[in-house]
């Protein structure tokens, strides 16, 4: 399975990113897919996870109420809707398929004035 990040980028404290990954290979339905992120000098945490044709989604506490997980289960895709973005939320930010444990290379987003 290959995952493959898109939507990262630069932004101001407060604006908005929309990241994207989808998955190529085979990626059985249910599936659970999730991003995580990793800040310099940090260790990779989990951002948000989330089971295909479900709306049952786990959010780390820091950005819940600002980050949505949502998913696409025919195209095998998996969002990440960021919201209110500050300083904190700098980092790499990867996909996972948590069925075969694969990793995407990564969406650098950066929250800057």
């Known amino acids: 399975v290959q995952l493959v990040e898109s939507g990262g980028g630069s932004v101001q404290p407060g604006g908005s990113l929309r990241l994207s990954c989808v998955a190529s290979g085979t990626v059985s339905l249910p599936y659970v897919m999730g991003w995580h992120r990793q800040a310099p000098g940090k260790q990779r945490e989990l951002v948000a996870s989330?089971?295909?044709?479900?709306?049952?989604?786990n959010y780390a506490e820091s950005v819940r109420g600002r980050f949505t997980i949502s998913e696409d289960s025919a195209k095998r895709a998996v969002y990440l809707q960021m919201n209110n973005l500050n300083a904190e939320d700098t980092a790499v930010y990867y996909c996972?398929?948590?069925?075969?444990?694969?990793w995407g290379r990564g969406t650098q987003v950066t929250v800057s004035s």
């Open positions: 996972k398929d948590y069925g075969t444990n694969s």
């Open positions: 989330i089971r295909s044709g479900s709306n049952s989604a």
